[in-house]
């Protein structure tokens, strides 16, 4: 059994992550920066075995790190037989050209992986068709990658013209290959717009929020059904649709992809259709872990993303989960873990946010389901007034049980 084990833990592939961050980021902003990469190796199926970090004014336009960080990373890499060497940033075609020269392993920068990971998640044909495209955009630029090979076996004399011709070849391939995606995406979202402006009676909600902030837990008990949820990163790609009944009142609930620091642009771009859920939403329920370190970063990154695709001004919700997990400063010193500025209160946060927003910020916990009840009133409140709005002739929502 050892043995097999073992076996299992060697096919997984090994990688060491990189991090250039400014002088002035602190270590703490790095060190938290790169335990989201090590999420996201390990979403995507690899070992994260060592990190490297080097500050710098501005990473080098080469190799992205400096002469003598690559040696150190190139040591290491030979050293350990590391698999790939993952950078927490993107990286240019020639920069990932010569550090696969440099390095000879697979270079992944941050927007590949997160690629990988949408590509093993995406399971509709519209999702899967976002993915492919944003691939192919992704690829196109670096299709020189490709031909490295000749150039190892035969030497750049000789093939450079050959060489350049099935590169244009390749080109065009992908160019045509694209716009094949976009005439089909385009075919899909009518479909999808149609099957939107069928069900447009009723109210429609959406949950945003950062990724792994326990959307899908919260759909899951809001509707009694049973959508995908898991800890990790990016556990839900595809738009969930649920209709959820609370005292006499309907409405669509819609569980939507998690946002994440440096989301790549190409992605936001291609999930546009999937991230209709949101835009055409009455109301947006942003979820938060307020567990999390960082967890006023993360309301600024959906926020940013929500402007983004023209959803900033909607109405909100502003939810934080996961109180059963909040460690105040004490505890954590308790545990030799804290340091710094007092943290506050789980009562100091509710005094601070709904000053903050002017409006009733919920502090729950979908997995155990705390203060849900609270949620669900709110909910009832909120999405009543704008069903009642629309049909001022429908029964009172307390005139009715709840049918959840």
Known sequence: MAKKLHETAKEKETAILVAVPSKTQADE???EYLAELAFLTETVGAVTVKRFVQKLEHPDSRTFVGKGKLEEIKAFVIEFNIDMVIFDDDLTPSQVRNLERELQVKIVDRSLLILDIFAQRAKTAQSRTQVEMAQYQYFLPRL???????SRQKGGIGMRGPGETEIETDRRVVRDKIALLRDKLEKL????YQQRKSRTDLVRVALVGYTNVGKSTLMNVLSKSEVFAENKLF???DATVRKVVLDNVPFLLSDTVGFIRKLPTRLIESF????????????????VDISHPSFEEQIEVVNKTLKDIESGEKPMLLIFNKIDQYRTQEAEELNDMGEGAEKPTLEDLKATYMAKVHAPAIFISAKNSLNIDILREELVQRVGAIHFERYPNAPSPHSAENYQ
């Open 272 to 287: 546009k259709s999937t991230l209709d859920e949101i835009r055409e939403a009455d109301l947006l329920l942003h979820v």
């Open 235 to 237: 556990a839900t790609v």
């Open 189 to 192: 979202d009518k479909q999808n």
């Open 29 to 31: 902003k790095t060190e």
């Open 144 to 150: 020189t990658n490709l031909w490295t090979h000749l």
